[in-house]
């Protein structure tokens, strides 16, 4: 079933397509919950909550790209968990530090306008090299930590960190000069 179709038999109330919403995204979006919470049971629990949540929005909603918008959904539902975890002190999940450092440089709230942001992010991740954009995107996309993301480009922690340290940088200073405060 092509996501065009999903996204129909959504809008017709086709139960099937949240069992091809399992079959096609189940695994990605796991690999987004497990970035940020580590736990395979609450990874489970984000990706039954992202079904509820596609089914619920989708309709009046029309993702033209499927795989990013369960993919954002449960990234969002993740990050909400996680949150959730850290305020009421019961441990810090593996994504806690990337929003740390994150929010350190790059206040969330720096851009209110979601499609808004979503332009300046991509924009922004055009002028990277690809180096670069990717291990960016590993580590506040995908949550993963420094040592796996070094792990996984098959180079040194220390670069990554300081990778990161230095597109931060350069993202404060992109949206500064896009007119955004920071």
């Not at 300046?120 to 990277?128: A, H, M, Q, V």
């Not at 480009?153 to 993202?171: C, G, H, N, P, Y």
Request: hydrophobic content about 40%.
């Amino acid at each position: 079933m092509t996501d065009e179709q999903i996204v129909e038999a959504c809008f017709r109330r086709d139960e099937t397509a949240l069992d091809r919403l399992q079959e096609q995204y189940g695994g990605y979006c796991k690999t987004v919950a497990r970035g940020i919470l580590g736990g395979e049971a609450e990874c489970e629990e984000c990706v039954n909550d992202m079904l509820l949540r596609v089914w619920e929005a989708v309709p009046p909603a029309r993702p033209h790209d499927l795989r990013a918008y369960v993919g954002r959904v449960t990234r969002n539902l993740a990050l909400d968990r996680l949150k959730a975890a850290y305020t009421q002190k019961r441990g810090r999940g593996t994504g806690c530090d990337a929003l740390e450092e994150w929010e350190a440089e790059l206040p969330c709230g720096a851009v209110e306008d979601e499609v808004m942001w979503r332009d300046l992010f991509d924009r922004f991740l055009e002028t990277l090299p690809k180096l670069s954009r990717i291990i960016f995107v590993k580590r506040y996309w995908h949550m993963l930590t420094v040592a796996r993301i070094a792990e996984e480009l098959d180079i040194k922690e220390e670069r990554v960190r300081a990778q990161l340290s230095r597109t931060r940088k350069k993202m404060k200073t992109f949206l500064e000069k896009e007119g955004v405060t920071v």
